[in-house]
């Protein structure tokens, strides 16, 4: 590990000579100091001119844009806002408009009263609204709106004097009803629908679609406004950011002889260390500036790494080492348990198959005795499938198989044994424990199905103490337990949807509680059918 910067403070200038001949270093040889004194500067001095002059250039520029892009901006920004505030209250008031339906609102309501009455005053409601968004309109700026001032008044007074009608209608209607003349009321609903102020009311909708239009284009001028102003910034910084890379250009030629030289020296050092990993390598003191300091820097550096490196390796050898031991009982038991199941599906089937084939042989056989001389097509096939070599050789070849498989489950045994799956030790355990690793191992057949709903899991633990057993074998019979309530679940949603398609509840409950002092009770029940009686 590299030391803290703190716990080796140095010098570069306070270097000796002994130093400097262990380092490989040596005096940098002197050179003719400059007519124009650029490089007497120290380091800091060069790059805080360079960057002061190179970015105050587009600095200036950028904020002159600004000024005037959004001096221009705001003034477009709010016409915009205000055409869009108008154009929103055009779309209210023409939405609001069409929302009126005298008739439809008025007579399912004839006979009764109150809700005719109701009806009325969600009327008057919304003219009310009307009137409101007219008032607002009537104070707009804008050329559109103030064109259509003289409209928006003869609108108001439209509005008042349909409200007058309503407000007779709602009188006339309560002696109708109390006489119990619908016909009337109906009558007087169709004069007030039919009425000249109610058609101007509704009218008045198609007015709006032309100064709509007129507001829609007043919009458009607004965003090309606000457009050109932003065309106006973007030209101006431009400007001044292609005259900041002239003048970047023109510093840097001149910065990069007294900068750019020794840096490009040490860089090369360091990409040479880097890429060849060789931390032998020295880089060569050219200045007594920040880069020189920043050399004499690296050299000590490369001095720390390269034997810190040799400690680091021989620490991550015995880690690595350590590392494979303690995992290699984990990767062992992850493998045999992977190859364990279908090893064991393999091998329970060979035998079915070995039973297979000799069938299917003795009946090539029974053919080959009844009809010795087949037809030329099957005897062509025959030929070239070489039914005798086959008859050997798939004998020997399942055979081979089942050597094979059993070899493969001796290996996998060998591996479990080797990692402790199956423990055969007598110890203390907690069956909690064990219960809650076999369902996290059959969590899969909890989830929810197509055919199925998920499987709650309703557990309700007593306070066991630790029980001697064998917990490899205890584990296995939880295992059976569970799989065998999961399998009657699973029959017994099936019936549930053959018989009502619907899904069924699915639950199993695990309790466990001390029946003595030295006796632990554990129930595993579930909600399936159960078994039947015999």
Known sequence: MLPASGDHPYQPQDFDAQTQNILGL???????????????????????????????????????????????????????????????????????????????????????????????????????????????LEKAETKALTNFNSQLQAYQKTLANFVQELERFGQQSQVLQQQRNRRLIEQHILTLVNGENFSDIIQFAEQIDSVASEVDRDIVTAQEQMQQ??????????????????????????????????????????????????????????TKDEIGMLAIALNQLLEWVNTYTKELQNTQLHLVQA????????????????????????????????SYIQDLLRVIQAYQSQYPNPPQPIQATLDQVELDFLNEDLIKLLQSMRVGSDRIRQIVLSLRNFSRLDESEFKAVDLHEGIDN??????????????????????????????????????????????????????????????????????????????????????ITDNGLGMPKA
């Open 229 to 286: 102003a932003e065309d106006w910034r973007m030209q101006i910084i431009l400007g001044s950011l292609v005259v900041s890379v002239i003048s970047a250009s023109l510093l840097a030629f001149f910065t990069s002889q007294a900068i750019a030289r020794p840096l490009e020296s040490l860089t090369n050092v360091a990409q040479k260390v880097t890429r060849d990993a060789n931390t032998s390598l020295r880089a060569t003191v050219l």
């Open 323 to 354: 590392e494979k031991m303690s995992s290699l009982g984990q990767l062992v038991a992850g493998v045999a348990h992977e190859i364990n199941n279908p090893v064991n599906f393999i091998h329970g089937n060979i035998t079915h198959i070995d």
């Open 26 to 136: 040596s005096e940098p040889k002197s050179q003719k100091p400059s007519t124009w004194g650029w490089k007497s500067f120290t380091l800091r001095t060069k790059i805080i001119s360079g960057y002061a002059l190179a970015l105050t250039i587009p600095a200036v520029g950028a904020l002159t844009g600004l000024i005037v892009g959004n001096h221009y901006q705001k003034e477009a920004t709010q016409i915009l806002t205000t055409t869009y505030q108008e154009q929103k209250l055009l779309n209210s008031l023409q939405v609001l408009i069409l929302q009126n339906r005298p008739a439809k609102e008025l007579t399912p309501f004839v006979e009764d009263p109150a809700a005719l009455q109701q009806a009325s005053n969600a009327i008057l409601n919304r003219i009310s609204q009307l009137k409101s968004l007219v008032t607002q």
């Open 438 to 523: 076999t369902l996290l191992i059959l969590q899969h057949r909890f989830k929810a199905k197509t055919e199925f709903s998920a499987i709650e899991i309703v557990k309700d633990y007593g306070r066991l103490p630790l029980v001697e057993c064998y917990p490899g074998q205890l584990n296995q019979v939880f295992m059976n337990l569970l799989s065998n309530a999961i399998d009657a679940l699973e029959d017994a949603a099936r019936n549930q949807i053959q018989d009502t398609h619907q899904l069924y509840s699915r639950i199993i409950w695990i309790s466990t509680q001390m029946v003595s002092e030295n006796q632990v009770q554990i129930v």
